[in-house]
């Protein structure tokens, strides 16, 4: 277990699980088990749960953003705009499925056609900052989901309590989940 603390009276403090190698083993055989099937799910079915996603994120913002600025430091107002970038990256994922396509090019040198095929490339994973506990997860985490992959997240044992509240949130949509 670690502890987390709120940064300016380092009162309040939280014991918080921290995952063991067996544990994140786990989660990656999970997330390789999962993948097969989600890679073949149409990029328009990946991104409906993503749409839900803003929209909870929207709905519990300012809950969020008191938690950034309890385990974090940040002001309300500070909090609140990093999950504003956060959302917006959800929506620019909710995009892949235009994002995603490919094309082919006849002759780009004599005999030569050029195709190029996105593709999922599997389990993904970030490992993110204690400095913005809201915002960095989500340069990763719906672009992963969106194009295909399965993702894990390890969210610094610092400010952990942001992305456990997302992640309870993530529940409601109905995203997939490997385990």
């Not at 073949?40 to 996603?53: A, H, N, S, V, Y």
């Not at 900052?129 to 985490?141: E, K, Q, S, T, V």
Request: charged residues 25%; contains cysteine; glycine residues 4%.
């Amino acid at each position: 277990m670690a502890r987390c603390s709120e940064p300016r009276d380092r009162r309040n403090a939280r014991a918080v699980p921290l995952a063991d190698a067996p544990e994140v083993n786990q989660a990656v055989e999970a997330a390789a088990a999962a993948f097969p099937e989600w890679r073949r799910t149409p990029p328009e079915d990946r991104i409906q749960p993503l749409f839900k996603l803003k929209m909870l994120l929207e709905d519990h913002i300012d809950d969020i953003a008191r938690i950034i600025t309890q385990e974090n430091g940040k002001t309300f107002t500070e909090a609140k705009a990093e999950m504003r970038r956060a959302i917006e990256n959800v929506e620019v994922a909710c995009g892949i499925p235009m994002m995603m396509q490919g094309y082919n090019l006849e002759d780009v040198a004599r005999g030569i056609d050029e195709m190029m095929i996105r593709q999922p490339v599997g389990v993904t994973a970030a490992i993110v900052p204690f400095n913005f506990p809201g915002m960095i997860a989500f340069w990763y985490l719906p672009y992963a989901i969106a194009t295909g992959n399965t993702f894990i997240l390890k969210p610094s044992e610092r400010v952990p309590l942001t992305m456990r509240y997302i992640y309870e949130l993530l529940e409601k949509p109905d995203c997939p989940r490997a385990s």
